[in-house]
């Protein structure tokens, strides 16, 4: 479940921070970028701190596009999908049974026998005998009416027929090239995905390698070992830069993603000093029938950072109950994913897994 929601997040993330996914709004989130590294990799030997910190940004503004594009890209895969299948829909056809071919054969052989009864009476002079020639006349008039309609209606149908499969022809083409458009759409996403896990681990290393360039010189060897007027970026064990983890987050008010009980609003502050993280957690729930009836969840936690991603603390709730609290990067540098457990309470919700952003 972590790693689809991680996989979902660089869309629905994207669609709530900027509130669209057209073109126009990853291409916004493109200038954004390229404004936030302006002169960073010329500088990157010279700033320092500086320029460390416009890594971060860059870091983030780079994130932000490829989850904005992705939006972009799989949202209009959707509408081609959308499309391919209105266009396999089957056509509505001319039902020919509507008039079968009996009622033709019927009215063409009875229009052939009033004809030759009309012709062997045609110079009787009986007057009963010719008004009912002119009886017959009437009903040869209708038959022939009768006729032509049926011609009429047999060409229209095998023309509508000829016409419906041309447009199943041209609807099965174009479905094709939806299908298509759609894998190629598929395809982009998934190049894009391992490009923003690159630009992330450059800005990473960038980040580290400025930090080293302008660390002050190591005193001689045979003087006492002075104190670094820099400390490094990230002065723990933990694979990923600090900043991953430290700092003020929040559950967003829309598209915000979870597993498990839903929060209304989360708020997390986490601290670090030389490698121990400590923090607190606020939260509120909304609340399901049938299950706990307390939708608010506070804690204090704390721990040393270790050698993984995902870093894993010991809580206090407020009322006394103890847990375990997870921290995990998310996709992007300003998203961490929140997975909590406590021991069982009657009425408190005791687990929680969500995404938050940094404030």
Same mark, same amino acid.
């Given at each position: ?29 493109? !200038?954004? *970028? ?12 010279? /700033? ?6 416009? $890594? !971060? ?18 949202? &209009? ?21 509507? @008039? ?7 009215? +063409? ?13 045609? =110079? ?23 006729? =032509? ?20 022809? %041209? ?11 759609? &894998?190629? #759409?598929?395809?982009?996403? +998934? ?7 690159? *630009? ?25 070992? $002075?104190? %670094? ?8 064990? %933990? ?8 700092? =003020? *987050? ?9 597993? /498990? ?11 670090? @000093? ?13 609340? %399901?029938? /049938? ?48 997975? #909590? ?10 687990? /929680? ?7």
């Amino acid at each position: 479940m972590k790693k689809l929601l991680r996989i979902a997040l660089l869309i629905c993330f994207a669609a709530g921070l900027i509130g669209q996914t057209g073109r126009d709004a990853y291409r916004q989130a493109y !200038d954004v *970028w390229q404004q936030a590294q302006t002169n960073l990799e010329r500088d990157a030997g010279t /700033g320092g701190p500086t320029q460390v910190a416009q $890594a !971060d940004r860059s870091a983030a503004a780079a994130a932000s596009f490829q989850a904005t594009r992705m939006a972009y890209l799989k949202s &209009s895969a959707q509408e081609a999908a959308q499309r391919r299948q209105l266009l396999q829909k089957a056509a509505i056809r001319s039902a020919p049974d509507l @008039m079968p071919p009996a009622v033709a054969g019927f009215a +063409a052989a009875e229009l052939q026998s009033v004809t030759r009864a009309i012709a062997k009476f045609a =110079d009787d002079k009986d007057r009963a005998i010719q008004q009912l020639r002119q009886s017959m006349e009437r009903e040869r008039a209708a038959l022939a009416a009768l006729r =032509d309609t049926i011609q009429t209606r047999q060409k229209a149908v095998a023309a509508t027929s000829e016409a419906t499969a041309a447009l199943d022809q %041209s609807r099965a083409k174009a479905a094709q090239a939806y299908i298509g458009q759609t &894998s190629q #759409f598929s395809e982009t996403v +998934a190049q894009m995905e391992k490009e923003a896990a690159a *630009w992330a681990n450059y800005y990473d290393q960038l980040a580290e390698a400025i930090q080293g360039a302008n660390a002050p010189a190591l005193p001689p060897s045979n003087t006492p070992t $002075a104190v %670094s007027a820099a400390p490094p970026r990230n002065t723990s064990i %933990s694979p990923v830069p600090l900043v991953r983890y430290i700092g =003020d *987050w929040t559950y967003p008010r829309v598209n915000g993603i979870f597993h /498990g009980a839903q929060p209304e609003n989360v708020e997390l502050e986490v601290h670090e @000093m030389s490698g121990h993280i400590d923090g607190i957690m606020e939260a509120r729930f909304k609340l %399901s029938p /049938g299950g706990a009836t307390d939708p608010l969840v506070q804690f204090k936690f704390s721990g040393d950072i270790t050698a993984t991603p995902t870093q894993k603390f010991t809580l206090m709730t407020t009322d006394g109950t103890p847990g375990v609290l997870e921290l995990i990067p998310g996709p992007a540098f300003n998203l961490l994913e929140v997975n #909590f457990q406590t021991d069982p309470k009657a009425n408190k919700i005791r687990s /929680g897994n969500f995404i938050l952003v940094k404030k």
